[in-house]
């Protein structure tokens, strides 16, 4: 496989191939996933013998033998109805990989036919629920940006056909052009180099020191006081939910957290995680729109961090427990582990000391490592965050910073800043402060600069939209091995910076084989100007910026 990048401003070039033939998902598909259907007749049946049983009772009533044939009918029809609708679901199910399309027919009553743009998928995930695995299959769920719905889901396939797949559709979407003379030749896997893991010891620790297990904690502590002071015990009644309630949110966070290993291939970052119903993410390079670092207070106790990015594609953090852990980027590890995953995230920081100011927005105050802080006089409206909220700027993203108790670090990329705007309320108007949000895609990180000066604000609201606007002028193609690479003069790998020290695994982390890009000079860039006194209009609620994406 040959990797052949075009001319600055020259459009990707996918290889011309034959339109690719209909292929049909494994025949075990539609069992996999209506095998509640089978269980569902089966206890609908069945119920009744089942509850003699549990009863001491005779298993057939009298008169049973004179229904007996029309029972057996009964369940051979609906059981024969089922068996014909798995086939013909999964007759009438097909898939197509061609013209740059990814296409899936489904339906026999009510036909539906989806698609996605190759150059166009966000991420491509590989996931394995039990039934799954013991059969040897997998779903392929390929993301666009469709407001967190999957654009296409083929369920299931054989897990070797479900990699090639995966590899294939990947090689095409970054713009990899195959070998002219085999050009229906599949792609190979591209290698991988692993960068991290969590141990489930320090899982479970995150757990038990998670904001949940504190709250319960404080609630119990509240009912014992109640029960002892008014000597009702029906205090101790109220924790019942409580209990049930985290014990469901710990299972669910440690079965998807289990196991989690990243590592990094030129196809993309690579996540797999799960202890009963596995799942291996692929995010290529440039789709993260948004990325978050979180430190809740007893965490800082062993110095552990949580990511979480925006991918669009991939929807609003809600209850959703899939949404959750396919937004967590690295759901407990330190600051090596967090400084080797800002390094593939974002691989030119676009400044000569990244160690530096990512440790100050983790973990500053004032104004270390240059970050523009609340000024004095908002020390009213947030006494214990005014000296954490604050901001900086590099070549190639922003960073926000805020709290004091919960941390936390905010990196938005600039040409994935779709629009801005500025809102001051009454009493940030009353103290000249405002905030600035940047409007991204859906998702857990909602970057918002609060109670900035005034003028601070509306500098940086210009200069990020000029920002914006020059960094998405460098994206010339949505392939991203085709995108043209400019590089600063003052950008540094992060792994390089000796503060704080880097993880030995981001060494690994950069693929010998990656694909030469071609750059050229890049254009100056001004930096975010600093607070000055200007004549300007008062501001209003709510000041849209002029860059939408």
Known sequence: MTADVPEPGAPAVLPKTPDAEWLRVHPASPFVRGWLAIAAIGFFFGR????????????????????????????????????????????????????????????????????????????????????????????????????????VRLAFLRMDDARQLRADILARAAGVVLDPERPQAPAPEAPEHPVLSVPPSRLVGSLLLSEQSFFVVLGGVASVILSAVTENQSFYFYLIPAALGLAASYWGSFNKGYNFTAAISPDGIRLRY??????????????????????PPLWRIFGWYRIQVNVAGYGALGSNGEVSSRTTLLPVGKL??????????????????????????????????????????????APLGWRRNGFTATATALLIRSGRWWRQLVVVPHQRTQSLALHQGPLARRFGLADLVLHTT???????????????????????????????????????????????????????????????????????????????EPEPVEPAPAAETRDTPPLTPQQEGPQRG
């Open 442 to 520: 859906a998702g857990p990180v909602s970057p918002r600069l609060i109670q900035a000066d005034v003028d601070e604000a509306r500098a940086l609201f210009d200069a990020q939209a000029a920002r914006a606007r020059l960094a998405r002028k460098r994206q010339t193609t949505e392939h991203w091995l085709a995108q043209v690479v400019e590089p600063f003069p003052t950008a540094a790998p992060l792994a390089e910076s000796a503060e704080p020290p880097a993880s030995p695994a981001v060494e690994a982390a950069e693929p010998p084989a990656a694909p030469a890009v071609k750059a050229t």
């Open 48 to 151: 009744d013998t089942f509850e003699r049983l549990l009863q001491g009772r005779p298993l057939v009533e009298e008169g049973f033998a004179g229904r007996a044939p029309w029972l057996v009918a009964a369940g051979g029809v609906v059981l024969l109805a089922t068996v014909a609708g798995f086939i013909l679901e999964w007759y009438f199910t097909k898939y197509q990989v061609s013209g740059g399309y990814v296409r899936v027919n489904s339906g026999f009553l009510f036909r539906q036919q989806r698609q996605a743009r190759l150059d166009r998928v966000q991420a491509i995930d590989i996931v394995q629920p039990l039934l799954a695995r013991i059969f040897g299959l997998a779903e392929l769920k390929f993301e666009v940006a469709d407001a967190g719905e999957s654009a």
């Open 274 to 295: 799960g202890l009963l119903d596995t799942q291996a993410q692929t995010l290529p390079p440039g789709r993260i729109q948004a990325l978050r670092v979180l430190q």
């Open 336 to 381: 090596p582990d967090v400084m080797s995953m800002l390094s593939l995230v974002l691989p030119d920081p676009g400044t000569a000391e990244p160690g530096r100011i990512f440790a100050a927005g983790l973990n500053g105050l004032d104004s270390d490592a240059g970050f523009i802080t609340t000024p004095r006089r908002g020390r009213v409206l």
